[in-house]
Every structure is written in C-alpha cells, then in structure tokens.
C-alpha cells in the first residue's frame, strides 16, 4: 500500500511516500482501507514535534479518515468487513490503509460522502462541544470567530447560526471574509486592515461578545478578551499563530467573564456516551444539509506536503481533504 511517511521529524517537505506492506489488525483493532482523509492543523505540528502526542518515527500523519472496513482484528465485535466507517486515528491516516482501535470508529450512514464525512470529527466536534458544553451558547447571544475563514472557524461560523446565535467572523482578507458570510456570519472583522477591539466596539455598539471562539492564539487572544461582555466565555481552542497568549488575569476578574479550555480529545476519552451523542447530532445535520463542511481542494494523497504547507501558512480556505486512489475509484474528485 502507499502511505505519506514522517522518518525525520521536519517541514512538510520532509515527508515522503512510499510503498509499504498491508496492514494487519491486531486484537481490538481494525483496518480501515481509506476514501478520503482531512488535513488538519495538528497534522503539520505533529511531523515537527511540536505537537502533545509524539508516535514514534517513522509514522503517517493524517488524523481522521473516511473509508470502509477493511479487516478486523480478534475481540472486535459489532463491526463487519466493508462497513462505512469514520476512523479517528491521531496520526496515521495519510496512507491507503490505517489501522485503528475498534473504539475509535464512528459508523458512517449511507447518504453521506466520504469527503465531508473526514472533515466532521475534529473541526464540527470540536466546535460542537466547545459552542454547547463549554461555552453554552445561547440563542441571541453574540458570538466572535476567530480565524473565522478556516475549516474549524467555518464550523462555528456554521454551528454559531444554527444555535441561534448573532455570528461576528473575523479573518484577515476580503477573501476570506466573503467565504465567512455565504457560510451565515452576520457581521465580518477584517483584523488586517481594522484593529480587531475597534472592529468588535463597533459592531456590538460597546457591548462587547458573549462568546469567543479562538483557535488563534497569538494577540488575537488579549483583544477578544478585553471586548467580553459581562459573563463573557472565552473558548481557547488553539494557537495557529503559533503563540499561546497570556493575558493579565485581571482582564477576567474586571470583566466577569471565562477563560475555557477545550480539548474535544480529552472529552472524547472520558465521556464517550456523551461525546457519541454529540456526533450522532452532528452526523444527522450532515445528512439533512444543516450543515456543509466547505471543502476547498481535493487533492491526491501524494500531495500531503503541499496540503499541509497550505494549512500551516494559513492559507487555505476551508477544507483540504486528500483523496486515495480507492476513493476516487468510487466517485470522489
């Protein structure tokens, strides 16, 4: 099988593909053959090491897959070979095969593509439990995206409108924004020409936002943070700047508002019944057309490095998902 191998720990450029054997599942696992994998902002942290979770090299990054069952390994039950699957894998998943503990898998309902499908998990679900279980959005609310044009920013975005809330996205191109508005945001901040606290005084009438959503980290984080309302919730999701902020801890205390960690991982592991109901929203919304993850370019997976390059340099719109030959064989672009 061909797989997009990490054997020195580097920029995208370093990975290279090659052929490899099949993989076999040993007990409670899974093999999963691939249709289409995500490509996720984790996913260049980790072949550089500067990601929490360190797999020992060589390794295929890829986080999450769309695929069918392939081969089930001894003590696995419930799951037949050629079963619809999405497999949330961590690394691995840039290859034509992955394999995956049984418990990891999500039961894919006829209906939807395997494309949309593998960008859902770790975008939608973080944004669904960050929005509903930490952050309690409510409707009415105002909510502030951050790197608002991005697969995870285009989720909350998406699932701000659909919880009812009064969406501000807030990005750093015309471009981008435009993208934000025909995903539902009502209002848009463009932080490269506006400073972001003028931008949020002036769409809130002083106010401030109810809820930030901040997978940006860097300075981004002390502005939002100083244009709370009152019993505000600040979400910290990530740091695609690459700089973890550190805002005066009086900001919070003036403000009456939260700072909330969500590590949708961490959720997952120890409230699986809670975090499988969240998905099987999720997965109905899909279907119904609730929502659409935007997906900007289908690639090949021998294009992992450039797919990757694009999401670290935060250039890309949306969604990159990489295609196996298996999955354009069944339709995918």
């Not at 009064?166 to 009502?186: F, H, M, Q, T, Y």
């Not at 003028?198 to 002083?206: E, Q, S």
């Not at 809670?274 to 090949?300: C, F, K, N, T, Y």
Request: glycine residues 14%; hydrophobic residues 45%.
């Amino acid at each position: 099988m061909k797989a997009v191998l990490c054997t020195q720990y580097g920029p995208p450029s370093s990975l290279v593909v090659k052929d490899i054997p099949a993989l076999q599942p040993g007990p409670g696992e899974v093999v999963v053959a691939v249709h289409a994998a995500s490509v996720n902002f984790p996913d260049g942290l980790i072949i550089e090491n500067k990601y929490q979770f360190k797999p020992e090299l060589p390794f295929s990054p890829g986080g999450e897959v769309a695929g069918t069952i392939g081969a089930i390994g001894p003590g696995v039950t419930g799951w037949s070979v050629g079963d619809r699957v999405i497999a949330v894998c961590g690394w691995g998943g840039f290859a034509d095969e992955v394999r995956v503990p049984a418990r990891k898998l999500i039961r894919l309902p006829e209906g939807i593509a395997m494309d949309a499908a593998s960008a859902l998990v770790i975008t939608y679900g973080t944004t669904h439990y960050a929005l509903q279980l930490r952050g309690h959005l409510q409707p009415g609310e105002t909510l502030l995206v951050l790197g608002a044009a991005g697969g995870t920013g285009l989720s909350a975005v998406e699932l701000g409108k659909l919880m009812g809330a009064r969406v501000i996205a807030a990005a750093s191109s015309d471009e981008k924004l435009a993208l934000c508005r025909a995903a539902g945001a009502d209002e848009v901040i463009n932080y490269a020409t506006e400073d972001l606290r003028a931008g949020i005084k002036r769409l809130t009438g002083g106010r401030g936002v109810d809820v930030v959503y901040d997978p940006v980290g860097g300075d981004y984080t002390e502005a939002a943070l100083r244009s709370m309302a009152w019993d505000g919730r600040l979400l910290i999701i990530g740091f695609t700047t690459g700089t973890i902020a550190r805002p005066p801890l009086n900001l919070p205390l003036l403000k009456g508002c939260s700072l909330v960690g969500v590590f949708y991982g961490g959720f997952t592991e120890r409230d699986p019944v809670r975090a499988d109901e969240l998905m099987q929203q999720l997965l109905g919304w899909l279907r119904e057309g609730r929502i659409r993850p935007v997906i900007s370019a289908h690639l090949p997976i021998e294009a992992a490095a450039q797919a990757l390059d694009t999401v670290g340099q935060r250039r890309a719109l949306g969604k990159i998902v990489l295609t196996t030959a298996l999955g354009r064989a069944a339709g995918l672009p």
